[in-house]
């Protein structure tokens, strides 16, 4: 196929920033013409920890890793580098935690460039004013929102279209590190930037937004994908992994709810009509996709808060007679608990939470096992919610003698359970719940977001 | 008289995921179009099979047939919000299990 100077070709190395890739595999994609490298630094889907704390799951020593290969890569090459999502959440502090680590790299291998920051964090009485204004509407399931519960967020992000990230493009950014984006704003700001459609775009870039994981083997590093008028080619940048028409278009199942639309700021993107065909062993060509513009422009939002305090213990029970009444054990257990905690510490079941979660039994399907076989061992995981991390920590304390001695039933000896640590409760420190499902109306897609642009200049 | 087959034994691959914090999402691949059929036809897996299983309203469950990739997948709101304090899972990834044990009939077999 002959290229048209629109055309665009992109490294995504791999599902997330700091999961690592080899080397190789990013010189493969440079050789073969890559215009730009994209990367996804976060995903919500290890919890609203991440969110609450402004903190990033992964380790700075692998983020700072893969940074050094795809940032030297792309300032030898002359090409953009975009990383979404900085620091997991995406918080203002993400964004700087990442910043500081490109600096650092900089620093050491004397590069100079253009760096724009964008910023997605969001004030909690911004949004209480559009909420007021009728701009904030929920999303299915979405739990009750008012000022209170906006306000109770640590932390609340806007997820960004392509449209910051374009604008940065446009103003002559060599490496754009933004917060919280959707995973396909980076690949689809390129790709628009230089007047792709939106359909091949946008589907191209749900496709990478992963890495590997639209290959034969997801663990070997990322893909390239080559975006023009009629539709995208995709394949894989370790030669031994190769792209399918089955593993391309199985992606689009992966962690979405719909498997043929799914919702960008802009619009809707719409694979139900999209062709997949392998054009060699390794490389599959994409047609059909189709992008419908949404009459109002929304942008999603993601709030995390404090639900309180825990400490867990975890204890283990390996006595057949009490495993064979292990659910009487608990119930047991918990009754005199709450006897307990009511009696020395004054609180009601209202003013704590507590949870028995049965390893080895049914701690993972609880109620929906349909296997109820007799467990051989189970680990108890007990878990105390409270107010304050002393309150958490006191509820532990008093089931301690609980879950080390509880007897079925009345007995002359008292059983010992197997403890695993000394001392057992394990305080966790906040608890952490995503509050908000909601999008917010906006009149244009930058408005809630800030960039700044300076050069960085270590040569 | 035929050992009763569960969906687990009938599918190629049947896996669980978060789809976001509030929704999960189950998908079940089949090795042929025969097996997917069997599957994919009314009446042998519907909205209140699954709803039974997870103990969710079935006006909740989503059932999308996809004759061209051979799979079924299935996505209903999260009974639990990912991460909240009853949350079994934080990504959904063991929950497929109960559909994979459920008994199927597959169509013309």
């Given at each position: 196929?002959?290229?048209?100077?629109?055309?665009?070709?992109v490294?995504?190395?791999?599902?997330?920033?700091?999961?690592?890739?080899?080397?190789e595999?990013?010189e493969?994609?440079?050789?073969?013409?890559?215009d730009?490298?994209?990367?996804?630094?976060?995903?919500?889907?290890?919890?609203?920890?991440?969110?609450?704390?402004?903190?990033?799951?992964?380790?700075?020593?692998?983020v700072?890793?893969?940074?050094?290969?795809?940032?030297?890569?792309?300032?030898?090459?002359?090409?953009?580098?975009?990383?979404?999502?900085?620091?997991?959440?995406?918080?203002?502090?993400?964004?700087?935690?990442?910043?500081?680590?490109?600096?650092a790299?900089?620093?050491?291998e004397?590069?100079?460039?253009?760096l724009s920051?964008?910023?997605?964090?969001?004030?909690?009485?911004?949004?209480?004013?559009?909420?007021?204004?009728?701009?904030?509407?929920?999303?299915?399931p979405?739990?009750a929102?008012?000022a209170?519960?906006?306000?109770?967020?640590e932390?609340?992000?806007?997820?960004?279209g392509?449209?910051p990230?374009?604008?940065?493009?446009a103003?002559?950014a060599d490496?754009i590190?933004?917060?919280?984006?959707?995973?396909?704003?980076?690949?689809?700001?390129?790709?628009?930037?230089?007047?792709?459609?939106?359909?091949?775009?946008?589907?191209?870039?749900?496709?990478?937004?992963?890495?590997?994981?639209?290959?034969t083997n997801?663990?070997?590093?990322?893909?390239?994908?080559?975006?023009?008028?009629?539709?995208f080619?995709?394949?894989?940048l370790?030669?031994?992994?190769a792209?399918?028409?089955?593993?391309?278009a199985?992606?689009?199942?992966?962690?979405?709810?719909?498997?043929?639309?799914?919702?960008?700021p802009?619009?809707?993107?719409?694979?139900?009509?999209?062709?997949?065909r392998?054009?060699?062993?390794k490389?599959?060509?994409?047609?059909?996709?189709?992008?419908e513009p949404?009459?109002?422009h929304t942008?999603?939002?993601?709030g995390?808060?404090?639900?309180g305090?825990?400490?867990?213990?975890?204890?283990g029970?390996?006595?057949?007679?009490?495993?064979?009444?292990?659910?009487?054990?608990?119930?047991?257990?918990?009754?005199?608990?709450?006897d307990?905690?009511?009696?020395?510490?004054?609180?009601?079941?209202?003013?704590y939470d507590?949870q028995?979660?049965a390893?080895?039994?049914?701690a993972v399907l609880?109620m929906?096992d349909?296997?109820t076989?007799?467990?051989?061992?189970?680990?108890?995981?007990?878990?105390?919610?409270?107010?304050?991390?002393?309150?958490?920590?006191?509820?532990?304390?008093?089931?301690?003698?609980?879950?080390?001695?509880?007897?079925?039933?009345?007995?002359?000896?008292l059983?010992?359970?197997?403890?695993?640590?000394s001392?057992?409760?394990?305080?966790?420190?906040?608890?952490?719940?995503?509050?908000?499902?909601?999008?917010?109306?906006v009149a244009?897609?930058?408005?809630l977001?800030?960039?700044?642009?300076?050069?960085?200049n270590?040569a | 008289?035929?050992?009763?087959?569960?969906?687990?034994?009938?599918?190629?691959?049947v896996?669980?995921?978060n789809?976001?914090?509030?929704?999960?999402?189950?998908?079940i691949?089949?090795?042929?179009?025969?097996?997917y059929?069997?599957?994919?036809?009314?009446?042998?897996?519907?909205?209140?099979?699954?709803?039974?299983?997870?103990?969710?309203?079935p006006?909740?469950?989503?059932?999308?047939?996809?004759?061209?990739?051979r799979?079924?997948?299935i996505?209903?709101?999260?009974?639990?919000?990912?991460g909240?304090?009853?949350?079994?899972?934080?990504?959904?990834?063991?929950?497929?299990?109960?559909?994979?044990?459920?008994?199927?009939q597959p169509?013309?077999q």
């Amino acid at each position: 196929m002959i290229r048209d100077a629109r055309d665009i070709s992109v490294i995504f190395p791999t599902g997330m920033l700091g999961g690592g890739f080899p080397a190789e595999t990013i010189e493969r994609g440079i050789e073969l013409g890559a215009d730009a490298i994209a990367v996804d630094g976060g995903s919500t889907d290890s919890g609203p920890y991440y969110l609450g704390t402004g903190t990033a799951k992964t380790t700075e020593t692998a983020v700072e890793r893969d940074l050094h290969v795809l940032l030297t890569a792309a300032r030898a090459a002359d090409i953009p580098l975009i990383v979404t999502s900085c620091g997991t959440a995406g918080t203002n502090s993400g964004v700087d935690w990442v910043a500081a680590i490109v600096d650092a790299i900089a620093r050491e291998e004397h590069l100079r460039f253009t760096l724009s920051t964008i910023f997605s964090e969001q004030h909690a009485d911004a949004i209480t004013a559009a909420l007021a204004a009728g701009a904030v509407k929920p999303l299915s399931p979405a739990g009750a929102i008012d000022a209170q519960v906006l306000r109770s967020c640590e932390h609340i992000v806007g997820l960004m279209g392509f449209e910051p990230i374009a604008d940065a493009l446009a103003g002559g950014a060599d490496v754009i590190l933004a917060g919280r984006a959707t995973d396909t704003a980076s690949v689809a700001a390129l790709a628009l930037s230089r007047g792709l459609p939106p359909g091949p775009t946008w589907h191209a870039a749900k496709t990478v937004e992963c890495g590997g994981f639209c290959t034969t083997n997801p663990q070997s590093g990322g893909v390239l994908v080559d975006i023009d008028d009629a539709g995208f080619t995709v394949r894989p940048l370790d030669p031994n992994s190769a792209c399918t028409p089955t593993t391309v278009a199985a992606h689009m199942l992966y962690e979405n709810a719909d498997p043929f639309r799914m919702r960008e700021p802009s619009g809707t993107l719409d694979t139900s009509q999209a062709e997949y065909r392998a054009v060699d062993g390794k490389t599959v060509r994409v047609e059909g996709s189709r992008f419908e513009p949404a009459t109002q422009h929304t942008i999603k939002l993601e709030g995390s808060a404090i639900a309180g305090y825990e400490t867990i213990a975890l204890v283990g029970i390996r006595d057949p007679n009490v495993l064979a009444e292990i659910d009487t054990w608990i119930e047991i257990l918990d009754e005199i608990l709450t006897d307990r905690v009511r009696a020395l510490l004054g609180l009601d079941r209202t003013e704590y939470d507590t949870q028995f979660s049965a390893y080895g039994h049914n701690a993972v399907l609880g109620m929906l096992d349909p296997d109820t076989a007799t467990p051989r061992e189970v680990g108890v995981l007990f878990k105390a919610r409270a107010r304050d991390q002393a309150t958490a920590t006191a509820i532990a304390k008093i089931a301690n003698p609980l879950l080390l001695h509880l007897p079925l039933r009345v007995e002359s000896h008292l059983p010992s359970f197997a403890f695993a640590t000394s001392p057992p409760e394990i305080e966790r420190g906040a608890a952490y719940e995503f509050v908000l499902n909601h999008t917010i109306d906006v009149a244009s897609p930058v408005e809630l977001f800030r960039t700044e642009t300076i050069k960085v200049n270590h040569a | 008289m035929r050992e009763p087959r569960t969906l687990g034994d009938v599918a190629d691959l049947v896996r669980s995921k978060n789809a976001g914090p509030f929704w999960m999402t189950l998908d079940i691949f089949f090795a042929t179009d025969a097996d997917y059929e069997g599957v994919a036809a009314p009446g042998v897996l519907e909205r209140r099979n699954v709803a039974d299983l997870y103990r969710v309203p079935p006006d909740d469950v989503h059932i999308f047939r996809l004759p061209n990739l051979r799979a079924i997948k299935i996505s209903f709101p999260r009974p639990v919000t990912q991460g909240s304090f009853t949350d079994r899972d934080i990504h959904a990834g063991q929950q497929y299990i109960p559909l994979s044990q459920l008994p199927v009939q597959p169509h013309g077999q």
